[in-house]
């Protein structure tokens, strides 16, 4: 294996799709329990999407690309050649003759809320035994997938000995507390939004110092409020605090979070600090909020590193 993390995670087809009014302007609160509506959109566009394959196109603009760990379906050709073209290791993939690849189907507010419907597809597929692939890698990330294809990959990554990343990410409403527990528990860092770790608390009944006890690093974004970054090393009242990249145009959030998470794993690979780390999430994050789509973006290596430079004030190394 010559790259030197493992991303296990969706691809999937994303149809994406702007309302042009917030939601609460058609939901009505009061009516939920016998909703019905329509969005009427003016696009509707197929693109490449699913978080295992957001996180490794990334990866490889910054001249990091993963060995990919999903399942595909009859459809993926067109997917195939454009990872291929990024240099993406694709051996590890599952091909399912007779099964559609994964697909998305996601409506976008002027406000930035999203509702999403998803199709699992290939997804369903069993995951075959990768543990040997984990032990030749740095590092591995877990990203939403088949809950079950997830679970068997962080109990892989665990018997590899690998640091893996956690990111149940829109699979938390699904995995049982137990689930979650045992996948936090002896990562090297878990990836939540601000929504999500209010309901990972819920659902697990772990506080901020009980998840730092069972995980080395929590990563938490808020949107516009930036980041934060808890260790068990400085404790749950020291947080690093990362504001975001002011974007030149805000178009599109979909995709944000996977490509935080990129930043954030290139930076672990050179070694870097967890605040800067954070800052290269925080940067290759504006940079899919400034495109409709989650790989459209297309900075490469240099540009990053300079626009880095300019937006925080230090050079990245």
């Known amino acids: 294996?010559?790259?030197?993390?493992?991303?296990?995670?969706?691809?999937?087809?994303?149809?994406?799709?702007?309302?042009?009014?917030?939601?609460?302007?058609?939901?009505?609160?009061?009516?939920?329990?016998?909703?019905?509506?329509?969005?009427?959109?003016?696009?509707?566009?197929?693109?490449?999407g699913g978080t295992g394959g957001n996180i490794a196109y990334?990866?490889?603009?910054?001249?990091?690309?993963?060995?990919?760990?999903?399942?595909?379906?009859?459809?993926?050709?067109?997917?195939?050649?454009?990872?291929?073209?990024?240099?993406?290791?694709?051996s590890h993939i599952q091909f399912v003759e007779d099964t559609p690849t994964a697909s998305?189907?996601?409506?976008?507010?002027?406000?930035?809320?999203?509702?999403?419907v998803f199709h699992p597809g290939a997804m369903e597929t069993e995951a075959p035994d990768v543990t040997d692939t984990f032990t030749e890698a740095k590092a591995v990330i877990i990203a939403p997938d088949d809950?079950?294809?997830?679970?068997?990959?962080?109990?892989?990554?665990?018997?590899?000995?690998?640091?893996?990343?956690?990111?149940?990410?829109?699979?938390?409403?699904?995995?049982t507390p137990e689930q979650l527990i045992e996948?936090?528990?002896?990562?090297?860092?878990?990836?939540?939004?601000?929504?999500?770790f209010e309901m990972f608390k819920k659902k697990t009944h772990l506080d901020l110092v009980d998840?730092?006890?069972?995980?080395?690093?929590?990563?938490?974004?808020?949107?516009?409020?930036?980041?934060?970054?808890?260790?068990?090393?400085?404790?749950?009242?020291?947080?690093?605090?990362?504001?975001?990249v002011e974007p030149q145009q805000m178009v599109d959030p979909t995709g944000c979070g996977d490509a935080y998470r990129a930043g954030v794993l290139k930076g672990y690979l050179d070694g870097l600090s967890l605040e800067t780390c954070a800052k290269m999430g925080a940067l290759m994050a504006t940079y899919v909020v400034e495109q409709v789509g989650t790989q459209n973006h297309t900075p490469n290596k240099e540009h990053f590193y300079n626009r880095y430079e300019e937006a925080f004030g230090q050079a990245l190394k």
């Open 1 to 48: 294996m010559s790259s030197r993390i493992a991303v296990c995670g969706s691809m999937a087809y994303d149809f994406i799709s702007p309302y042009e009014k917030p939601f609460e302007q058609v939901l009505l609160p009061d009516k939920l329990s016998m909703l019905s509506v329509c969005f009427l959109v003016k696009e509707k566009v197929r693109r490449f």
């Open 211 to 244: 998840i730092l006890e069972r995980t080395g690093v929590l990563f938490i974004t808020r949107g516009e409020e930036g980041s934060e970054v808890y260790s068990r090393e400085f404790g749950a009242l020291s947080p690093i605090q990362v504001p975001v």
């Open 147 to 175: 809950p079950n294809r997830m679970m068997k990959l962080v109990r892989e990554a665990k018997k590899a000995e690998t640091p893996y990343f956690f990111d149940p990410g829109q699979n938390l409403p699904v995995l």
């Open 104 to 116: 998305a189907v996601i409506l976008t507010d002027p406000k930035g809320n999203q509702i999403s």
């Open 58 to 90: 990334s990866l490889s603009l910054l001249e990091e690309p993963p060995a990919l760990i999903g399942a595909v379906g009859y459809d993926f050709d067109g997917y195939k050649k454009h990872l291929t073209e990024k240099g993406v290791d694709l």
């Open 183 to 196: 996948a936090s528990s002896g990562a090297h860092a878990l990836f939540l939004n601000d929504y999500e």
